[in-house]
């Protein structure tokens, strides 16, 4: 007797699974789990929709197996981008939250203008970019050592905001020349420090001399 209720369960049971698992499977191929929708917010419209239209290549995916490799690539190739994270809405909706990168100074690159991402990302200049406020690299340097320039300038307590331009030079050293039209000749070494320096000389005194020479160690020489 106990040997036939037991026959009998494992009948069900194996029943139950054979049935649930054809369903799961009906389930998990029903178009109900494509992706069809991308909700992304960070990006203006414009931007939006021409992100939407490159994320349709994972489209008809199904949202249990997104191609994560795939969307972080389809993510990272758009300049625009600093970070990103994404939720998954089922059945068939991906939300994908941007951090924009901050636009930092324009470079000019075989006659067209392009804006310098903090992203380290090259983003041709557009007339919806309002970009005229940011200073102009001249000297072609990478990005990195732009990129690498800024950091120092932020980290100076130096006030990037008021450079019209940034002069790099092969040797390694930089003029910036600022929007009061004062030009600062810096040198290659200690950089941080002689920013603090110059900054600090120009918060205290009215200057009216249009150049600030630093290139001599432990010297600022003012000269028109």
């Known amino acids: 007797m106990h040997q036939k209720i037991s026959k009998k369960i494992f009948i069900y049971l194996f029943f139950f699974i054979f049935v649930g698992t054809i369903n799961n499977q009906k389930i998990t ?36 197996f997104v191609d994560k490799n795939l969307l972080k690539s389809l993510l990272n190739t758009n300049t625009l981008i600093e970070k990103f994270h994404v939720f998954k809405i089922y059945p068939s909706t991906l939300n994908i939250k941007i951090e924009k990168t901050k636009f930092l100074a324009r470079l000019n690159i075989d006659g067209e203008i392009f804006l310098v991402g903090s992203n380290g990302k090259l983003t041709k200049n557009s007339s919806s970019s309002n970009s005229e406020e940011l200073p102009f690299i001249f000297g072609s340097p990478k990005v990195e050592q732009f990129l690498k320039i800024f950091s120092i300038i932020s980290t100076s307590g130096f006030e990037y905001e008021n450079i019209k331009n940034l002069f790099f030079y092969k040797s390694g050293r930089i003029d910036l020349e600022m929007k009061n039209n004062i030009l600062l000749k810096l040198p290659v070494d200690n950089l941080k420090k002689v920013l603090k320096n110059i900054s600090q000389l120009m918060s205290n005194h009215q200057l009216k001399k249009k150049i600030i020479d630093a290139r001599v160690p432990n010297q600022i020489i003012l000269y028109d």
């Open 29 to 64: 191929n029903s178009y109900l789990f494509e992706i069809k929708n991308f909700q992304i917010s960070g990006l203006e419209n414009n931007y939006k929709k021409e992100l939407e239209n490159n994320l349709y290549k994972i489209a008809d995916f199904k949202i249990f």
